[in-house]
């Protein structure tokens, strides 16, 4: 069975530094990958998606992820941070066989200050 | 496009009294899913139905039960509503199956429900 860690349960920056979210997988195989915000009160909202080809994949808001299959991580990653980017962000696992419904992470809470 | 509606959005039980979470979905999603989310626990799957007609348990699901009343609506019932159920409860709906799994999910906007 998959498994996923975020190493980080509150992460602080300040509005217009860089951001990175570390995601790091346990699966015996390329799996699906799955970064999720979530801002207060709200459901999750998908931020972008792997599960082939290209290792840097592009998703909404400005974030982005990299795939590195030797580090068994899929790191979020943001430029320049805005205050509106304060969530909760969930890493998310699926396998490609068996079952696939994905299974998530604890989260990171980010914390932006002005 | 509505995506994926929950009711209520709040809800406030006393011990021993039993509710239905209702949820509908809009896109024609094959898969429906129930998730607790708690603080530090990221989120539960409770249970799931992978297509009409069919349920299965997820990591939690004692003390619930739910019901895929057709391809749209998936409900969740607490018989017996206990302190520990005190939670935010999301639906999420997908494709599903290995070959769209890829697509991810779209969840509702979550339950709160604290049983007192």
């Known amino acids: 069975a998959q498994s996923v860690t975020q190493p980080d349960i509150h992460i602080t920056v300040s509005e217009g530094a860089s951001l990175e979210l570390r995601c790091n997988y346990s699966y015996g195989a390329t799996p699906y990958l799955f970064w999720y915000v979530q801002s207060p009160g709200q459901g999750l909202q998908l931020l972008l998606k792997y599960f082939s080809g290209d290792t840097l994949v592009q998703g909404i808001k400005g974030f982005e992820a990299e795939f590195k299959r030797s580090q068994s991580s899929f790191n979020l990653r943001k430029p320049s941070v805005h205050w509106s980017d304060a969530a909760e962000y969930f890493c998310?696992?699926?396998?490609?066989?068996?079952?696939?419904?994905?299974?998530f992470g604890r989260g990171t809470s980010l914390i932006v200050h002005p | 496009n509505a995506g994926v509606t929950q009711t209520p959005k709040f809800q406030v039980l006393k011990t021993g009294q039993s509710m239905t979470l209702q949820c509908a979905q809009d896109m024609n999603h094959n898969s429906m899913y129930w998730y607790r989310q708690d603080p530090g626990m990221g989120l539960r799957l409770i249970y799931y139905s992978a297509s009409e007609g069919t349920t299965d348990k997820g990591e939690v699901p004692n003390g619930y039960n739910v019901s895929r009343l057709n391809k749209r609506e998936f409900s969740l019932r607490l018989e017996s509503a206990a302190p520990s159920q005190t939670s935010v409860y999301f639906c999420?709906?997908?494709?599903?199956?290995?070959?769209?799994?890829?697509?991810?999910?779209?969840f509702g906007s979550g339950t709160r429900l604290t049983v007192v």
């Open positions: 999420a709906s997908s494709w599903g199956g290995v070959l769209r799994a890829n697509y991810g999910y779209t």
């Open positions: 998310a696992v699926g396998a490609v066989w068996g079952s696939y419904i994905p299974t």
